[in-house]
Structures are given as C-alpha cells and as structure tokens.
C-alpha cells in the first residue's frame, strides 16, 4: 500500500516518535491528522508539513470519536493509523513511602492499552466502510506503539511493562479479526531513543545508556521508528507481529 494521497493519522504526532511519523508520511505524500493531547504541539507539527491537528484525549472513546470524525471530514477516510501517544510511568509496587500507586498504574493502562484500543477501534470501523486499495483487498494498516520493556520491564515499571504487553499481546488477534476486511495491525517495539527526556541530560548520561545498546552504540533516532513504520504501511506481508527496533538492547533489572 502506496502513501501517497492516503489519509493517515498519527496519534502523539506532536512530539517524538510521533512528530517525525509524521514528517515522514506528509514527505511521502500521505495527508496527515497530526492528534495530540497539546494542541501548540500539534498545530506546530501540523503547520510544517501542510497536515491537519486535531487536540484529542486517547483515553476518552468521546474524545476520539469527534477527533476521528473532524479528520474523516476534512481528510477523507483514514486509511492509516499509527499510535505514537501514550506516557511513560515509573513506580515501586512497595515504594518505601508505603503510598501504593494503584492510581498510576491505572492511569498508565488507560492512556497507553485503553486509549490504543479505543483508537484502533474507531480507524477499524471506518476502513471498512472504505473502498479496497489493491488486488489484496487491502483498506489500511494499524500501527501500534509497544516498547522493549513489555519484554524487559525493569524494577518500578510494572505499570509500563503492563501497558506494553497488552499493546503486543492484542496483536495477533486483532489482525486476525481484521483480516476479513482487509486491514492489518503491526505493532514496533523501541528500545532506546532520544527523546526530549533524554535530550536533557547530561552527557555523560547519554553516553551510558548508549553503552548498555550492542550495535549500534547509540540512542534510535525518531527518524528511524518512522522509516520502520513506512515500510510497515508500504509492505503488505507485514502483519500480525511484533518487532522489535532496539539495537539488540536487553535491559537490565534496573
């Protein structure tokens, strides 16, 4: 499946991983809904690459459903979604405080496995209304954001790790539901990426993470999440799994 002239969502599109997704999409030629919870953010994105922002919640089916429809209106039917949004928690089970944190395990659940579900269940319902692309009978491509730490969760990232897995554990079946419609479902996993987090500090710092990263020894660029995700889109075997873009880090319990 060809982006250009695709309608094409990208959720967290305002900063990171999402923001150069992007990028890269508007380059290749897809129309692109830059959803962000921080609309300076995402009318920034937007500005620079000619695409649409709409501020959106992905934790509130409501929320996601106005913002789906506002970019059907001006966009067409999205033929591509790719979940970039979500938080990153981190918190004892038995913190030396003695406060348990059910809240933020909670939280981090609904924005990262809930709102992903959400907004995958939305592009799903209108791809099918959507016409097939290609003799495959395709109507588009759903791309999920997982993390290495659903595989190896460090201490005080129960809550992370959690939200993770489900991402890479509804997978397969969702791409085995949405096969009788022709829209598959993929899912990346990053390891180690420079990100505004990372961008502060120091650099000695950088330096020993990057040392924990076999090959090559250095934080991921954004750029190359959203080259992975542009050939997901563009290779229609991709379906169904998991992969991981990590350097071939395994992180350490702590």
């Known amino acids: 499946m060809h982006l250009d002239q695709l309608s094409a969502i990208i959720t967290g599109g305002g900063s990171g991983l999402g923001a150069a997704t992007a990028r890269k999409f508007a380059k290749a030629g897809a129309r692109v809904a830059v959803l962000d919870r921080n609309e300076d953010a995402a009318n920034q994105i937007a500005a620079d690459i000619g695409g649409i922002a709409v501020t959106v919640d992905i934790a509130d089916p409501a929320s996601v459903a106005a913002a789906f429809n506002t970019v059907t209106n001006k966009l067409g039917i999205p033929r591509i979604l790719v979940n970039c949004a979500g938080i990153g928690t981190a918190s004892r089970i038995l913190p030396r405080s003695g406060d348990l944190p059910i809240d933020d395990f909670i939280k981090t659940l609904n924005i990262n496995l809930t709102g992903s ?31 290495v730490g659903y595989e190896d969760g460090q201490i005080g990232q129960c809550a992370y790790a959690a939200s993770k897995g ?31 987090m990372t961008d502060t500090l120091p650099d000695e710092a950088r330096e020993a993470i990057a040392a924990n990263i076999p090959f090559p ?11 992975l995700a542009c050939h997901i889109v563009e290779n229609t075997m991709l379906n169904g799994t998991v992969i991981r873009l990590d350097g071939a880090v395994r992180l350490q319990a702590r």
Do not use: C, Q
Not at 120 to 145: C, F, Q, Y
């Open 166 to 196: 489900g991402i890479a554990a509804m997978t397969l079946p969702a791409a085995r539901e949405l096969a009788r419609i022709g829209v598959r479902v993929m899912t990346i996993a990053p390891g180690l990426f420079a990100t505004a």
């Open 217 to 227: 020894k250095r934080l991921g660029h954004a750029s190359e999440y959203a080259e």
């Open 117 to 147: 579900f959400i907004t995958l269940s939305h592009a799903a319902k209108l791809m099918a209304e959507a016409a097939p692309l290609n003799d495959d009978g395709e109507r588009g491509v759903i791309i999920n954001t997982s993390s």
